[in-house]
């Protein structure tokens, strides 16, 4: 299926999402309702399988959508005569993170956002550190 024929299948079927996002919600309701630790765990399961592929549909989205800006504006580059080029995957990358992170700034989630992002990095440094190096520095801070 290509891009168009999803974005189509997308526009055409988008009623489902709101379905689901009602039975995520229900879901939800259900877990803090239930009592029988076994069964929370069965809802729990199905409520982080249903958040996982929305959260992956609407990165397909949106770098669908990023792909389809780029092919508007390469065909207003080709109109004006002037030389057009493929998008790289890291640059796709690249601005499906602005995409990402305008979205963010509108939900006014950035401060949260960006701590996440902190504690992310410190953890992969400490990880990168070897060993021995570690515990010196952890050693000299505790003095």
Sequence with gaps: MTDE????????????????????SQLKKAIR??????EVEKLKYARSVMESRL????????????RS???KEQ??????GQATYFLKDHEIDKRVKEKR????????????YLAKKRKR???KDKKATP?????????????
Excluded at 33 to 38: A, G, L, N, V, Y
Excluded at 101 to 112: A, H, S, T
Excluded at 131 to 143: A, I, P
């Design 75 to 80: 065909r207003l580059r080709a109109e004006q």
């Design 69 to 71: 800006e780029h092919s």
């Design 55 to 66: 959260r992956s549909e609407h990165e397909m989205d949106l770098r669908r959508q990023v």
């Design 131 to 143: 060993f021995k190096r570690r515990k010196l520095t952890e050693h000299e801070e505790s003095e």
């Design 5 to 24: 024929d999803r974005a189509q299948f997308r526009h055409r079927y988008g009623f489902i999402d709101d379905i689901q996002r009602g039975e995520l």
């Design 33 to 38: 309702r239930e009592k029988d630790t076994e």
């Design 121 to 123: 990095q410190a953890s």
């Design 101 to 112: 992170f305008d979205e963010i700034q509108k939900q006014g989630n950035v401060d949260r």
